[in-house]
């Protein structure tokens, strides 16, 4: 089983900088990826930015130069550094990770998520 604990939500005004943490643990044998989520109310969830084991990132379009994703491999920790903040950068951010999960006696691949943590951007 993989557990993952966000942290850093809150409020903030537009224009404004908030630093999103995830750390991940349990029974993870290898780490893939691990990227962050947003879904804002009557809208599906939507990719925010993921970094690969090796460092490769991706980020959606409308995050792209105000948000970074970055991960300390030794803590198993993801962040998401987000600047410039909009309104409707309002939602919920999940954490999600994607690797192998050891079993003990196997390892399986999968993934997990995180339970979010709400970001407001508002004045």
């Known amino acids: 089983q993989v557990q993952l604990v966000e942290s850093g939500g809150g409020l903030v005004q537009p224009g404004g900088s908030l630093r999103l943490s995830c750390v991940v643990s349990?029974?993870?044998?290898?780490?893939?990826?691990m990227g962050w989520y947003r879904q804002a109310p009557g809208k599906q969830r939507e990719l925010v930015a993921r970094i690969t084991s090796g460092g490769s990132t991706n980020y959606a379009d409308s995050m792209k130069g105000r948000f970074t994703i970055s991960r300390d491999n030794a803590k198993n920790t993801v962040y998401l550094q987000m600047n410039s903040l909009k309104p409707e950068d309002t939602a919920v951010y999940y954490c999600?990770?994607?690797?192998?999960?050891?079993?003990?006696?196997?390892?399986?691949?999968?993934?997990?998520w995180g339970q979010g943590t709400q970001v407001t951007v508002s004045s």
């Open positions: 999600r990770f994607d690797g192998v999960i050891d079993r003990g006696t196997y390892r399986l691949p999968g993934s997990s």
């Open positions: 349990g029974s993870i044998f290898s780490i893939n990826a």
